[in-house]
T-cell receptor, first 111, second 118 residues
Framework: RKEVEQDPGPFNVPEGATVAFNCTYS??????FFWYRQDCRKEPKLLMS???SGNEDGRFTAQLNRASQYISLLIRDSKLSDSATYLC????????????FGSGTQLTVLP | DTEVTQTPKHLVMGMTNKKSLKCEQH?????MYWYKQKAKKPPELMFV???????INESVPSRFSPECPNSSLLNLHLHALQPEDSALYLC?????????????????FGNGTRLTVT
């Protein structure tokens, strides 16, 4: 079993739709969680950190479920510009070696 | 705009060439990283520098040689590469290199160097 697993998609959704991605992790000692967005042939960019109580940034909501060991990202009112690959990143300790990327979920928002 | 700057953006080199990738950040971050990313795959960690010292080498072949001249700069020297080394090379930085501050310190990536080895 991979340390961090994501549904690779692709997710094809119409503009205005709500879409949710999940990411599961296997290491119960994981400490920090992030969602990154990566456009085609570009670098990953931090979308948001994921806090224990859940957090929201505009149309984006991130949740953490420690008991079930998954994090989620909800995108409301999808825009064409949301089309990208979404990577979840999990940190298990203070060591950079323990920073694990999911394989990414591809989202295409259709007009 | 990214706060981590990488040059060049694109590089084509032959297998006998020597070239260098450069990375610069002015955010005061004390940890800097090199990642390699192949198409449709997540980034793979290569090296980590913490407070200008090499702290992690993920068993990277010696044809890749990192260098950290100061806290703002990170280089990756390339020599005798193979075609399979063609990839996007990403530099990243984070706020602190050690300790609990690292837990919640996200990575900030540069825009990458797209390397093609012919």
């Amino acid at each position: 079993r991979k340390e961090v697993e994501q549904d690779p998609g692709p997710f094809n959704v119409p503009e205005g739709a709500t879409v949710a991605f999940n990411c599961t992790y296997s290491n119960s000692a994981s400490q920090s969680f992030f969602w990154y967005r990566q456009d085609c042939r570009k670098e990953p960019k931090l979308l948001m950190s994921v806090y224990s109580s859940g957090n929201e940034d505009g149309r984006f909501t991130a949740q953490l479920n420690r008991a079930s060991q998954y994090i989620s990202l909800l995108i409301r009112d999808s825009k064409l510009s949301d089309s990208a690959t979404y990577l979840c990143v999990v940190k298990s300790s203070g060591s950079a070696r323990q920073l694990t990327f999911g394989s990414g979920t591809q989202l295409t928002v259709l007009p | 705009d990214t706060e981590v700057t990488q040059t060049p953006k694109h590089l084509v080199m032959g297998m006998t060439n020597k070239k260098s990738l450069k990375c610069e950040q002015h955010m005061g971050h004390r940890a800097m990283y090199w990642y390699k990313q192949k198409a449709k795959k997540p980034p793979e960690l290569m090296f980590v520098y913490s407070y200008e010292k090499l702290s992690i080498n993920e068993s990277v072949p010696s044809r890749f040689s990192p260098e950290c001249p100061n806290s703002s700069l990170l280089n990756l020297h390339l020599h005798a590469l193979q075609p399979e080394d063609s990839a996007l090379y990403l530099c990243a930085s984070s706020q602190d290199g050690t300790g609990p501050q690292l837990y919640n310190s996200p990575l900030h990536f540069g825009n990458g160097t797209r390397l093609t080895v012919t």
